[in-house]
């Protein structure tokens, strides 16, 4: 009996945290079939519905576009949007889907972004963007520079992932300063992605660097995970302590 009232407490705790607090996610993988999210679309209406079963008032996904991996263009993902839309309107789910994409940062980009052919966050202001996991790009300033040149904010998709720049916060302070936006995973609090990404993110968060937090969702391991941070006191109250703007940028 101590364990049923354990569990529903913990799942009502990051319930209301993503309702009141967050509201919005700004970073998952949902739209079937066109990255290594979501496989089909009964797994994406799966997926959507547990998420605003989990207190999302809105959906921001983001597919990726790197094209040697993941080839997708706006119009793809306008086309499988509306699938997805329209399909959700069969189901019970009170959450507005809206997509964008996460843009990695290579040549191709540059070439993407030099002919406008973007389709950045509603409202064309921001836009989600991953630098390389394994090492740094030598002109990462100028990327920046570029974007808020054209009158794009870059949102920097999970910069505690990016382990070359561990230890040394002036990288994510510099961001800041040419104009970027910090974006947390929230499973790196969680330590899926390990406990050297956990401990940067954490430091990212005592030090008030990230500006936006997203779910970076996949799949059902995901979910499992991200319900299972509600059973994490320490990390919750850390969480619920921070004023994360995504409300305020995205609602």
């Not at 009158?151 to 992932?161: K, M």
């Not at 660097?209 to 970076?216: H, K, R, V």
Request: proline share 4%; charged share 20%; net charge negative.
């Amino acid at each position: 009996m101590f364990s049923f009232f354990k569990s529903k407490s913990s799942s009502n705790r990051l319930q209301d945290f993503l309702s009141q607090s967050i509201q919005v996610d700004i970073h998952s993988h949902l739209l079937p079939g066109i990255d290594d999210g979501a496989p089909d679309l009964e797994t994406s209406l799966s997926l959507i519905n547990e998420l605003a079963g989990l207190g999302f008032k809105k959906l921001i996904t983001t597919p990726h576009i790197r094209m040697e991996v993941f080839p997708n263009t706006p119009a793809i993902i306008k086309e499988q949007l509306l699938e997805v839309q329209t399909a959700l309107r069969t189901t019970s789910a009170s959450v507005q889907l809206d997509a964008a994409a996460e843009y990695y940062i290579d040549d191709n980009f540059t070439a993407l972004l030099q002919h406008n052919d973007l389709i950045p966050y509603t409202g064309n202001k921001y836009i989600l963007v991953e630098y390389p996991m394994i090492a740094p790009l030598m002109n990462y300033e100028q990327r920046i520079f570029d974007l808020t040149q054209r009158g794009l904010t870059p949102v920097i998709a999970h910069p505690e992932r990016y382990r070359y720049w561990h230890g040394q916060l002036n990288y994510y302070e510099r961001i800041k300063d040419l104009g970027g936006l910090l974006q947390l995973n929230i499973l790196s609090v969680e330590g899926y992605y390990g406990l050297d990404i956990k401990k940067c993110a954490l430091e990212l968060l005592k030090t008030g660097l990230y500006d936006l937090i997203g779910t970076d969702l996949h799949n059902e391991r995901h979910l499992g995970r991200l319900k299972n941070l509600g059973t994490m006191s320490k990390e919750m109250k850390l969480l619920e302590a921070y004023n994360f703007n995504n409300a305020k940028r995205f609602l």
